[in-house]
Structures are given as C-alpha cells and as structure tokens.
C-alpha cells in the first residue's frame, strides 16, 4: 500500500486555529489519521489510527470532533446502510450544494413538513 507524506503538525495547528478549535494531542491525533487515511474509516476504525499516535484518544473525542470538522467543512461524512458513517478527509461531495438558495429552501420545507424547523449555526 503506497505511504502518504505526514500532514505537517503546523498545518493542522494552523487549520484548527482558524477554524477555532483546540489543538490537543487527541484532536491533532485524529486530524492526522483521517488526513492520511487512504480509505472512508468508520469513527472506531479512526480511533483505533488515532491511537496509534495519541493512546489516551477516546471514541467520544472522535465522534465530537468529527462533528465539528464537519460543521467547519474540514470533514464530511458518508452514510452506509446498517454500518458506521464513513468519514474522509475534506467536504463533502454535495458540498457546494449546502449555499444552493434553491436547495435550502427545499430542505427548509420538508423539515418545517416534519415539525422541524432550520437554525444557523455558524451566523449563515
């Protein structure tokens, strides 16, 4: 299997800065891993690769961090019936999708249709 270059921990450093998070040891453990993966691991496959670089990475710090590099489009997820959603370095594909007006309003409807009802959360 062909070995990746390892992501720099400045970048990483540098990335979460931005996007305003804290760089630990688990989160920058994790970053790396999923930086580096070749394929979509699962959050307990991605823990098990985070370990190997920072021991004490628990499933919990995973599954959050997970959801905020996706909320700062640094991560996206790929749901996979009856497993673990797949995660990969990046957004998404249907990213750019997410400003559509068109899409938003689309997706407005049908969650008010449910009794839903969409809230910013990052001031969009």
């Known amino acids: 299997m062909h070995e990746r270059a390892a992501l720099p921990m400045d970048d990483a450093n540098a990335a979460l800065l931005q996007a305003g998070m804290r760089a630990t040891p688990a989160r920058l453990a994790i970053w790396r891993s999923l930086r580096e993966a070749e394929d979509e691991p699962d959050a307990v496959e991605l823990m098990r690769r985070a370990r190997t670089l920072e021991p004490r990475t628990s499933l919990g710090t995973v599954y959050r961090f997970l959801r905020e590099l996706e909320q700062q489009g640094l991560a996206s997820a790929r749901p996979v019936p009856h497993e673990r959603a797949r995660w990969r370095f990046g957004g998404g594909v249907d990213a750019p999708a997410a400003r559509d007006p068109a899409a938003l309003t689309a997706v407005a409807r049908l969650a008010a249709a ?8 990052r001031g969009d």
């Open 114 to 121: 449910f009794g839903y009802r969409l809230v910013p959360i």
